[in-house]
T-cell receptor
């Protein structure tokens, strides 16, 4: 089956720092989505991004489908950005999640 | 606030109990999903409903029984669960669903934390 790999697995940042999270996938996919799960378990859809670049405030995402990867940029990080970031790829009627990147932003 | 509402937020049940998880969305979405998430793991797909019909069952044990009474509601009936079924159960919806791929953003509810004793 398809492999969805996220890196890094863990990341600790000082408030105000920038970061880049990566998602690699092993097969062609229909689309890709990024999610943020906060420490209380709430899972929020950040981006639906089959290809190209999108921006939403301090967050932006880029997917290069032909090279099978996607990047999530977080600028000027805040403590509320802490949690787990998942990428998920759509294939065969299913949305398949990567293992996630656990981000901790320190004040 | 999430537009997908799940009840209850927490549930503790014994192995002989019968309980139900409920999910409701009013976004006019025609696809609804159940996911299971264990601690420190990604969500795992259980069921997909498209236009109120079951499209995918990921070989889920029969002690989990899904039901989609209408396009806004999704239930998960639980019976004779095992302690290893303790997890966060997440409901999601999307605008549409076609064979061969999810083709719109998924929106998740806040989940039900289930403990089986």
């Amino acid at each position: 089956g398809i492999q969805v790999e996220q890196s890094p697995p863990d990341l600790i940042l000082q408030e105000g720092a920038n970061s880049t999270l990566r998602c690699n996938f092993s097969d062609s996919v229909n689309n890709l989505q990024w999610f943020h799960q906060n420490p209380w378990g709430q899972l929020i859809n950040l981006f639906y991004i089959p290809s190209g670049t999108k921006q939403n405030g301090r967050l932006s995402a880029t997917t290069v489908a032909t090279e099978r990867y996607s990047l999530l940029y977080i600028s000027s990080s805040q403590t509320t950005d802490s949690g787990v970031y998942f990428c998920a790829v759509a294939l065969g009627g299913k949305l398949i999640f990567g293992q996630g990147t656990e981000l901790s932003v320190k004040p | 606030d999430t537009e997908v509402t799940q009840t209850p937020k927490h549930l503790v049940m014994g192995m002989t109990n019968k309980k139900s998880l409920k999910c409701e969305q009013h976004m006019g979405h025609r696809a609804m999903y159940w996911y299971k998430q264990k601690a420190k793991k990604p969500p795992e797909l259980m069921f997909v409903y498209s236009y109120e019909k079951l499209s995918i069952n990921e070989s889920v044990p029969s002690r989990f029984s899904p039901e989609c009474p209408n396009s806004s509601l999704l239930n998960l009936h639980l019976h004779a669960l095992q302690p290893e079924d303790s997890a966060l159960y997440l409901c999601a919806s999307s605008q549409d669903y076609v064979e061969g791929g999810v083709n719109s953003p998924l929106h998740f509810g806040n989940g039900t934390r289930l403990t089986v004793t």
